[in-house]
């Protein structure tokens, strides 16, 4: 049995960026350990969700638990840090968020948690956070260095495919849409030149298909930020294995003898290329 740490910035991003990898890992019998920096504290709340007077970050510290459990997470750390907000914010400048951590502090408690669990690959995210968030680009830099100090080899910057989005609005002003959206459904709006890498950055797909019914099940723990008319649940599930049966890394390390990053944690990764 191998271990898996995925490290993430806030509740949802574990389900969104790395679900399926962490339960095909699980499906096949290795320890996936979750690890998110902050409680998610200054996300945007759906309205009605909350109950008078419930805290965002307990809710989302509640929903992060219920959502592991589809993804066949074994254990849930938090680091303990405040959520920064998005890039530009006031907020960025508090001296008690993770943007304002020290790099070094930070690293040492999440290596503290690799060497506990004598992992065997991380996840982390891209050095741009995947789009450019605080919280995520603090997740590149405390992991690199975690794993570092850890002696963890085997490292996996999850990212976003641009050329792949490129692909799809290139089609789709072309007239060949390949999907049709239900009524009322639009692609969400993304900066194509920030968002993700090009793909000849990227070294490894997983092909997590067989498993996008579980991301979509830990999504919907997610209520106090992913509503029914979100673009990630009100397409039909069979697109939503379409859209989000693929997650794209940087991986970096040794590699087996199929060129997959993670010894015997049996995802299936293939080199892009």
Not at 249 to 267: C, F
């Amino acid at each position: 049995m191998a271990t898996l740490v995925c490290f993430h910035a806030h509740p949802d991003d574990e389900a969104i960026a790395t679900g399926g990898t962490m339960r095909m890992a699980a499906d096949a019998g290795h320890r996936v350990v979750l690890v998110v920096a902050t409680r998610g504290e200054r996300g945007e709340i759906m309205p009605g969700v909350l109950e008078d007077g419930e805290q965002l970050a307990l809710r989302r510290t509640a929903e992060v638990h219920r959502a592991a459990v589809e993804l066949g997470v074994a254990r849930v750390e938090f680091l303990g840090y405040v959520d920064s907000g998005m890039m530009g914010e006031p907020t960025n400048d508090e001296a008690w968020t993770f943007w304002q951590a020290d790099v070094e502090s930070a690293a040492r408690r999440l290596a503290a948690i690799l060497e506990e669990e004598a992992a065997d690959a991380l996840t982390i995210y891209d050095d741009n956070g995947g789009y450019g968030h605080p919280d995520h680009i603090q997740v590149h830099r405390v992991g690199v260095r975690a794993a570092e100090i850890a002696g963890v080899e085997r490292v996996l910057e999850n990212s976003i495919n641009r050329t792949a989005l490129k692909r799809m609005s290139a089609a789709r002003a072309g007239g060949e849409v390949g999907f049709e959206l239900p009524e009322g459904v639009e692609l969400p709006d993304l900066d194509e030149a920030t968002f993700g890498v090009e793909e000849d950055v990227l070294t490894h797909v997983a092909d997590v298909t067989s498993v996008a019914s579980a991301k979509r099940a830990a999504l919907l723990h997610h209520r106090s930020q992913v509503a029914d008319d979100h673009f990630f649940l009100a397409i039909p599930e069979e697109m939503f294995g379409a859209a989000f049966g693929q997650e794209w890394y940087i991986g970096h390390g040794p590699v087996d003898d199929e060129g997959s990053p993670l010894r015997g944690i049996v995802a299936p990764f293939a080199p892009v290329g």
